[in-house]
């Protein structure tokens, strides 16, 4: 929802799962990193969204960047994603339906496991 309000383009979890096997993207994930230890998407970086610095992002601008956080109404992602944009990558989108929404759609994670109801959430 704010990834739209911020006029940025959004992916679905299944969608990016397609991305993933086809290696076509690179995936970040800027939840803490416990809670990215604890669960995320496959090959997901994790990154601290105010913080991360260009050096931390693909040298190619024309790079595929999704970012995504904890739950839909999570602005973190967005955010992150708009300073992407700002540092000049054309192609990036926000995984608006975060970590719960993927483990929801049943898609495999990486980590060292999540409780039933997934992880906290973090806004």
């Known amino acids: 929802m704010f990834a739209l309000l911020m006029g940025l383009k959004t992916v679905s979890p299944g969608e990016l799962m397609r991305q993933v096997r086809e290696r076509a993207v690179t995936v970040l ?9 604890a669960a995320h ?10 913080t991360y610095t260009v050096d931390q992002l693909p040298v190619d601008r ?4 999704v970012f995504y956080c904890s739950i839909p109404m999570c602005r973190k992602a967005p955010q992150a994603a708009r300073r992407a944009k700002g540092m000049g990558y054309a192609n990036v989108r926000v995984m608006a339906a975060g970590i719960t929404g993927w483990l929801d759609a049943g898609l495999p994670v990486e980590g060292g496991g999540v409780s039933p109801q997934g992880p906290s959430p973090d806004l």
């Not at 994930?29 to 230890?37: A, G, I």
């Not at 998407?41 to 105010?50: E, F, I, R, S, T």
């Not at 024309?62 to 960047?65: C, G, I």
């Open 29 to 37: 994930d800027v939840n803490s990193p416990q809670r990215w230890q």
């Open 41 to 50: 998407v496959p090959g997901a970086l994790n990154l601290d969204p105010q």
């Open 62 to 65: 024309e790079a595929s960047l």
